[in-house]
């Protein structure tokens, strides 16, 4: 049944894309309107009442309509609705969160709970030593996967070859992929970039 014009549901089917919803069947039966919800109960838009086991996707775990919930959020919101963490900023109820999941949190072996790390210097500087190591591993993965399809290469063009130039093609091959494991930075991009330029040079002469 197609929902009457200007209603809610008219209205969603115009403007509204659900997730995990077959559209097709969507723009024929329109969605079920949640008007309102009392503890485990909600109501949609005709009256109907349902039992909201899933507790609004695990959203509203203490209920709906939770006395004790709207007058914290009421009260938080006239006396400081938000504010950073940043700069060394900070404020009640974040430092009372986050003591509380500190307390709850599992203790390790050194009786400390798992969520403790010793201080950094600043959050800036971890955030660009992850982006260092990350593009690190990046770039090992990709010298290793041109290393793998130069070897491919090697394989197809070696039985054309005479095995003079067979072993030198071997041997700028190795040696490429003998950097990627090179502990030193600066001597890794030497090894790389001369066995860059001799694999082509050999392919060129062979």
């Not at 400390?112 to 260092?132: D, G, I, Q």
């Not at 996967?145 to 041997?171: E, G, N, P, V, Y």
Request: positive net charge; contains cysteine; aromatic residues 6%.
């Amino acid at each position: 049944m197609t929902p009457p014009r200007n209603s809610n549901a008219a209205r969603d089917i115009a403007n509204v894309l659900h997730p995990y919803t077959d559209a097709k069947a969507h723009q024929e039966v329109g969605p079920v309107v949640i008007s309102r919800g009392k503890g485990v109960r909600v109501w949609d838009d005709q009256g109907k009442e349902y039992i909201e086991a899933l507790a609004g996707l695990w959203c509203a775990s203490l209920g709906f309509d939770n006395e004790r919930l709207v007058k914290a959020a009421a009260d938080q919101m006239h006396k400081l609705p938000f504010y950073h963490s940043f700069t060394a900023k900070s404020h009640e109820p974040m430092i009372d969160l986050a003591e509380m999941l500190v307390e709850r949190s599992p203790v390790s072996t050194d009786g400390k709970p798992m969520s403790w790390a010793p201080p950094r210097r600043s959050a800036c500087r971890s955030a660009s030593v992850a982006w260092r190591r990350a593009r690190d591993a990046a770039s090992r993965t990709a010298s290793r996967r041109r290393a793998a399809a130069d070897s491919a290469k090697l394989r197809c063009i070696c039985a054309t070859m005479s095995s003079a130039s067979c072993a030198a093609l071997r041997s700028a091959a190795a040696s490429r992929s003998a950097c990627v494991a090179a502990s030193s930075s600066s001597s890794k991009e030497n090894s790389l970039l001369r066995a860059n330029m001799a694999i082509p040079r050999l392919f060129r002469t062979a």
